[in-house]
């Protein structure tokens, strides 16, 4: 599947992406509105990784322009309760966005936002919780088809639709799913397992070096180093990366440095796209990989 994705993603400042084909948006940080304009009237389905205020504050204009009756539907971890906070303030606040629906998601729940298109929230780490809270995911993107099983691939054409008709397509049918899409919001480097075979995954990089994260301060929500993040993606089955979330403190140069190092010590052989500190970037993967030599 041919996917548009354009976003936003500067660690403290804003982190959004917005699947065009899907109507899909992951995070609503701030600058949504003013850089997708009218488009932004086709988000349908808005799935927020947790409750960083750069995460979400987008929201509120996102809402004022274009809520309508069950439009927008917000999905959230269900024991992220800054988020129901902030969906009670923006009731109160603005009225006519109370046609919005805010809708808490357990770990492991999916939600269907087209046919045969389904978002699977997954629990990742990056917000310390106890036991078994859910406060910070990632999500699958999959594409649900049906194949007919084995056993009745030599069946005569008239005998197979005498048997649908009596037990129904799912007694000669088995559900199949394609990962199309994976979007892994802050997280350390983790739940790598769920991102295998996926066409494309989109992971958080805030870091260039272990060295500027302090383990031991178990105050701190978890984020990724890139080269953790290369060395996971190199063990399993991707066909495209994107990378964002990095901090504004590295340049450019120092970023796509990185990359190709990384890229070269893992034998990494599928493009990589990133969005750089403070730039918009419509249509992603219609750029320049920044490891273009693959």
């Known amino acids: 599947m041919k996917l548009t994705i354009s976003g936003y993603s500067t660690a403290l400042f804003s982190t959004w992406y917005f699947i065009e084909e899907l109507g899909l948006l992951f995070d609503a940080g701030d600058g949504i509105i003013s850089n997708l304009l009218q488009k932004s009237r086709k988000i349908k389905s808005v799935f927020i990784s947790h409750a960083d205020r750069d995460h979400l504050t987008g929201l509120l204009q996102l809402n004022q322009l274009n809520a309508r009756p069950a439009f927008p539907k917000i999905y959230y971890p269900k024991d992220a309760r800054?988020?129901?906070?902030?969906?009670?303030?923006?009731?109160?606040?603005?009225?006519?966005?109370?046609?919005?629906?805010?809708?808490?998601?357990?770990?492991?729940?999916?939600?269907?936002?087209?046919?045969?298109?389904?978002?699977?929230?997954?629990?990742?780490?990056?917000?310390?919780?106890?036991?078994?809270?859910?406060?910070?995911?990632?999500?699958?993107?999959?594409?649900?088809?049906?194949?007919?099983?084995?056993?009745?691939?030599?069946?005569?054409?008239?005998?197979?639709?005498?048997?649908?008709?009596?037990?129904?397509?799912?007694f000669v049918t088995d559900e199949v799913r394609d990962n199309i899409l994976a979007y892994s919001g802050d997280t350390p480097v983790e739940n790598f397992s769920f991102w295998n075979n996926t066409e494309i995954l989109i992971h958080e990089c805030t870091f260039l070096s272990k060295k500027e994260i302090a383990d031991n301060d178990s105050r701190r929500n978890k984020h990724s180093v890139l080269e953790d993040v290369l060395q996971a993606a190199a063990g399993i089955n991707l066909q495209t990366l994107i990378l964002g979330h990095f901090s504004s403190r590295y340049t450019n140069e120092e970023i796509d440095e990185c990359i190709n190092s990384c890229c070269k010590h893992y034998h990494i052989g599928f493009p990589i796209y990133r969005l750089l500190p403070g730039r918009y970037v419509h249509n992603v993967i219609s750029t320049r990989p920044a490891n273009h030599c693959v």
Do not use: C
């Open 82 to 170: 800054s988020i129901a906070a902030f969906e009670t303030f923006s009731k109160s606040f603005d009225s006519q966005v109370k046609q919005t629906e805010w809708l808490p998601l357990e770990e492991g729940e999916e939600i269907e936002i087209k046919k045969d298109i389904i978002v699977r929230s997954v629990k990742n780490n990056h917000v310390p919780a106890p036991g078994s809270l859910a406060k910070s995911f990632g999500y699958l993107v999959q594409a649900r088809k049906y194949k007919l099983k084995r056993e009745y691939l030599q069946m005569p054409k008239n005998e197979l639709i005498n048997l649908r008709k009596e037990r129904g397509d799912a």
